[in-house]
């Protein structure tokens, strides 16, 4: 897989006169460089990778060597050509996409394209980096060129295998094994395991009860301070010393009783230091807790402001390079930074050396320098006016947490009182401690206890002022305090401290964290609420089965250790294809062994493993595994056609089913498929009823296969449904009232996508369940304008887009879109129909421009090829 530079010039010509490709993988970035370089430069964009592994057997061979075959869709072939076009007339190429693995697998893929259409002949070809996208980082990049690094490549196309290898031979094992499952992936799924974990742990966990005692004491200046209760005769105590109220009362009662004097006061000065400033995790974290920002959002953002930013006029790059795990400034932006200090918060704000950071990472090769402003100079409030909401509250977070890491240490004045306690003859230790700040440093641009190593932690509760105490003085009791507490499990992870614990183990590398995170959403393994990860049944089902049947390759070392390798592979330290060697001759044999597991094997498994979520507790005590419908039958997981449920051994005879659901609350008696009578029908007769099936609970009036049925909307528990609300679900959809303009009915309802009002094949969204009950004539026309003044048209066409994908590389943006027939892609007035079983949160833009280019193509008459031609023009390379 290698690719043979051309022979290379001492020096590349550039002079004006003289014409030169650059290639980038951005229109933006294309014409922030271009205006930097002049007439005699043509800078063109990739729009990303150019050629992926096409998602098929076979693309990676590992009984050939691993041969990787390569596909360029439709979109990517025509800018590949655009690029040979372009460099045939030119007198030399640089390839100038990003600075880290990924860009430099972007100009390896472009390099080799070129050299099978022939277009280089001798031409000179060099590779150009920048960090930051400036005129001065740019032009110097462009007079220090180098060849492509081919360790780093060999490190993409590792990784590339091992992705793909995981994938397309892990997946086909859980879509047998386990119906409903979406994928399986190396880093995905380890990822999904932390989130699993935690959770099971939360389940498992026994909440203790505890107290704690403090006193609100008066020194003889009659000022008030709290001291906390930390020893009695001598003993120390721990959080769990006090288990119950009657040692909390009688602890209570001695401090009632007792003198109180200051025992010793020490007053301690203590240094908090800054963080270093942003890498990729850092600043996802930060974004997180500080700006509520997902991992995906906070990187859309960061690379508007990498790739240029139109200030007054000259567009620039106002931040540096934003994948990377590297902690160090380069020097002259060190430099910058403390000149900034000097000028915008005094000169002893500004240390009388420069700090320097070293990072954590094991092998910090992605993008060399930190995330920082690519000019000190330009702070948040210069720069205000040229951003939007959004990239100004990144831009200030980045710029604070750069100069910041240059600045003077906090100093704190740390205060602790040990103060004895006597209530007749029985002796008690309380502290009081806190803390002052005597100059503010750092803290005066950033700070964020929530993220920073930091010596004084506000969990202490030292953060408070204390009064003026002096040793050996005696103190007066206010009130004595006793509180009870239970001991709490783990919190969630969210995305910033799931990605935390990523980067601490060695899971997953700055590229991958965002994308990692979005494909857990898209598979449906996970949910986000209140910024919480909350994993789904299918998650958990998943996650349980490879723990079942494939431990080795979910587990946390084995995944760090085989990331230290492909940093290693980046290094030029080991061979490639002697990782991909090791690791498949494992992985296939396990593959292998799965082959004769039966699905009663698989289910065993998963009910010891999951046995919280499948069997979640009842209130009377009774044996959650017996069926409480018939008495007798043995719960268990069965599989159907569209994943797990719970189902009873004594099938057909009893229909008992229960879905999974994530908060463990299966209840059996609101889930059983026995009926929970609700009333009669007063104008039919028939008999409404409370059902739940494989699909969740829903209301039928009648019996028979006639019957009809009404699934209860997102928000409506079995609990809340009474006789009037089944009715209001059964007599959907509604009518409205006829239109003023059209005449024709006006209808609400409820549907795949949620409440609607619809009128001659127009859908328009409504807010709530509530307002297809409620909604009026008036309400409904303004609803239904509303939308077509938004460019809505007839029937599913003119719903909202399910996701936005840019925009494509001619102008216009590029949706994924529901119609009546299934998800599509829309460009303009093409309309391209998605693969069956296609997720449509998860289509790329390279995969909506593949199928926009088939079908736009599609009716034009094509010149008739001989064989030999056609054969030539496959895309397989």
């Not at 294309?30 to 729009?47: C, D, H, R």
């Not at 009893?654 to 007063?682: V, Y």
Request: with cysteine; proline share 5%.
């Amino acid at each position: 897989m290698s690719v043979v530079l051309p022979v290379q010039s001492a020096d590349l010509i550039q002079e004006d006169k003289m014409n030169n490709v650059v290639v980038v993988e951005s229109p933006a970035k294309a014409k922030t460089i271009n205006k930097y370089l002049g007439p005699g430069y043509k800078v063109l964009a990739s729009f990303g990778h150019v050629r992926d592994l096409p998602a098929k057997d076979g693309s990676v061979l590992p009984d050939d060597d691993f041969e990787m075959s390569w596909a360029v869709d439709a979109a990517s072939a025509k800018r590949v050509k655009d690029i040979a076009d372009a460099v045939k007339s030119a007198d030399g190429l640089f390839l100038a996409t990003d600075p880290d693995r990924e860009g430099e697998a972007i100009s390896w893929h472009v390099l080799d394209l070129l050299q099978k259409r022939r277009a280089l002949g001798k031409k000179p070809v060099k590779r150009v980096v920048f960090n930051a996208i400036t005129k001065k980082a740019v032009l110097d990049a462009m007079a220090n060129p180098r060849d492509i690094d081919t360790p780093l490549v060999n490190a993409y196309l590792a990784r590339r295998a091992l992705d793909y290898l995981v994938g397309f031979n892990l997946s086909p094992v859980l879509w047998r094994k386990l119906p409903g499952a979406r994928s399986a992936g190396r880093v995905q799924s380890v990822a999904l395991r932390l989130v699993c974990d935690r959770e099971n742990e939360i389940e498992r966990f026994v909440s203790e009860e505890y107290w704690q005692i403090s006193a609100i004491l008066q020194t003889p200046r009659n000022d008030s301070f709290e001291a906390r209760l930390v020893s009695v005769d001598g003993k120390r105590l721990q959080k769990n010393s006090i288990g119950n109220g009657d040692t909390a009362g009688d602890l209570k009662a001695l401090l009632e009783g007792a003198s109180y004097v200051a025992e010793s006061v020490e007053a301690k000065p203590v240094k908090r230091n800054p963080a270093p400033p942003f890498t990729t995790s850092t600043l996802q974290q930060a974004a997180s807790s500080k700006l509520g920002y997902s991992a995906s959002r906070t990187m859309q953002v960061a690379q508007r402001l990498y790739e240029g930013i139109d200030i007054g006029g000259e567009t620039v790059g106002l931040i540096t390079y934003m994948r990377t795990d590297g902690v160090q400034m380069a020097p002259e932006a060190i430099e910058a930074a403390r000149a900034a200090i000097v000028d915008q918060f005094g000169s002893r704000y500004c240390p009388e050396k420069p700090r320097f950071y070293s990072t954590k990472a094991k092998n910090a090769q992605e993008a060399h320098e930190a995330i920082r402003p690519t000019d000190f100079a330009r702070s948040p409030d210069k720069v205000r006016k040229y951003l939007d909401a959004d990239q100004l509250k990144l831009y200030d977070l980045i710029w604070k947490r750069g100069i910041a890491s240059q600045m003077a240490a906090a100093e704190i004045e740390r205060t602790t009182v040990e103060i004895l306690a006597d209530g007749n003859g029985r002796k008690a230790g309380l502290r009081a401690t806190g803390s002052v700040v005597r100059f503010d440093g750092f803290i005066a641009a950033y700070t964020d206890q929530r993220e920073d190593d930091d010596p004084v932690s506000d969990d202490d509760g030292d953060d408070k002022r204390l009064p003026e105490v002096n040793a050996r003085e005696k103190l007066a009791r206010e009130k004595i305090n006793a509180t009870q507490h239970f001991t709490e499990p783990p919190p969630r992870y969210s995305e910033a401290s799931l990605i935390k614990k990523m980067e601490e183990l060695g899971i997953g590398r700055p590229s991958t964290y965002a994308a990692t995170l979005a494909t857990l959403r898209d598979r449906e393994y996970v949910t986000i609420d209140k910024r919480k990860l909350f994993p789904q049944p299918k998650g958990r089902l998943v996650t349980a089965f490879l723990e079942s049947f494939f431990a080795r390759y979910v587990e946390y070392d084995f995944t760090a250790a085989l990331e230290e390798k492909l940093d290693r592979i980046s290094a030029g330290e080991l061979d490639w294809k002697d990782v991909l060697r090791e690791f498949w001759t494992e992985f296939v044999a396990k593959i292998d062994e799965t082959k004769e597991l039966r699905v009663t094997n698989v289910l065993d498994a998963l009910n010891e493993e999951l046995a919280p979520l499948v069997f979640p507790k009842r209130e009377d005590g009774s044996d959650p595994r017996i069926c409480q419908v018939c008495g007798t039958g043995q719960l268990s997981l069965k599989l159907g056609k569209y994943g797990a449920f719970v189902g009873c051994s004594n099938y057909p005879d009893c229909n008992f089913t229960r879905q999974l659901t994530s908060d463990g609350n299966g209840a059996d008696a609101a889930a059983s498929n026995e009926p929970s009578q609700l009333g009669t029908d007063p104008l039919t007769g028939d008999e409404i009823t409370l059902r739940s099936g494989r699909f969740g609970p829903y209301v039928q009036a009648g019996d028979g296969k006639e019957a009809k049925r009404a699934s209860l909307p997102k928000g409506w528990t079995p609990d809340s449904i009474d006789l009037e609300k089944a009715l209001s679900l059964l007599s959907l959809p509604r009518d409205v009232g006829q239109h003023p303009e059209s005449g024709k009915m006006i209808s609400a309802g409820i549907g795949r996508y949620g409440p609607f009002v619809l009128h001659d094949g127009t859908y328009a969204n409504l807010e709530s369940v509530e307002d297809v009950f409620s909604i009026g004539l008036n309400r409904a026309v303004t609803v239904l304008a509303e939308k077509q003044s938004k460019g809505g048209g007839r029937g599913r066409t003119a719903t909202t887009a399910l996701k936005e994908l840019g925009d494509h590389p001619d102008g216009g943006a590029i949706t994924v879109r529901d119609g009546r027939y299934g998800p599509y892609v829309n460009w303009g007035k093409v309309n391209a129909t998605l693969p069956k079983g296609k997720d449509p949160q998860s289509v790329t833009q390279e995969e909506a421009l593949q199928l926009i280019s088939e079908k736009a193509g599609k009716g034009k008459p094509k010149k008739a090829a001989p064989k030999k031609a056609a054969k030539k023009k496959t895309k397989k390379e």
